[in-house]
Every structure is written in C-alpha cells, then in structure tokens.
C-alpha cells in the first residue's frame, strides 16, 4: 500500500516563503510522477505543480509560475514543494499525490489521474 504523508503546512504572511514536504512509503516511489493539489473549501481540487520520475522535468501551474519550485529525492521517497511571495489567495490545504501510470485517460491536471493521496496539510497565508 502506498502512502503520502504531507508536512510543513501552517501560517505565514503575506510575501513570505513556506516549504512543503512528503514522504512516499510503500510501492516503488522512483517510477512515479508525483505531484501536488490544493483545495479550498467549497471547490474543486486545483493542480499545482507535477514533476516526472525524472528529477527536473516539471509542470507548474500559471498562477504558481515563477513562485514555486517543485524537486524530489529518490533516495528519500520524498517530493518538496517551495514556495514564495506567498499570497492570500494560496491559502488552501495543499495534497501530495502519486500518478503510477493507471489513469492515463485523465489529462494530468485532473485529480483523477492520481492514485494515492495525502491527507493534506492546510497552508494559510494572512494579509
């Protein structure tokens, strides 16, 4: 059973910088494109950012573009996503999740191409 365990959520002002961690137990985290999600109450889960298996190959969001950079670490099944000049508006419980290659019929910005989720970790960001 894979498992996702997010860290390293919490408050922070407005133009600061917060880093988000997650750590993959369980199946074989090397092949997997990992990825991360945010949600706000009342909607939708949004794609935020997504890097293959392949450190460097990246995705970003356009309104995280030039704000974060997502990396991982193979060796310690771990996936982190930075964050800077933060803004109110990326408040949100941000998820860590697992693409294994399932679900190809979803486009990648979709939840429903990813398999395994975290329980989230709620980012805020006061004004």
């Known amino acids: 059973q894979v498992q996702l365990v997010e860290s390293g959520g919490g408050l922070v002002q407005a133009g600061g910088s917060l880093t988000l961690s997650c750590k993959v137990s369980?199946?074989?985290?090397?092949?997997?494109?990992m990825a991360w999600f945010r949600q706000v109450p009342g909607q939708e889960r949004k794609f935020v950012a997504r890097?293959?298996?392949?450190?460097?190959?990246?995705v970003y969001a356009d309104f995280v573009q030039g704000r974060a950079t997502l990396s991982r670490d193979n060796a310690k099944n771990t996936v982190v996503l930075q964050m800077k000049r933060l803004k109110p508006e990326d408040t949100a419980v941000y998820y860590c999740?697992?693409?294994?290659?399932?679900?190809?019929?979803?486009?990648?910005?979709?939840?429903?191409?990813?398999?395994?989720w975290g329980q989230g970790t709620q980012v805020t960001v006061s004004s």
């Open positions: 999740t697992a693409d294994v290659g399932d679900r190809t019929g979803y486009s990648v910005t979709r939840p429903g191409r990813y398999a395994f």
């Open positions: 369980g199946g074989t985290f090397n092949t997997y494109v």
């Open positions: 890097i293959a298996w392949i450190p460097g190959s990246t």
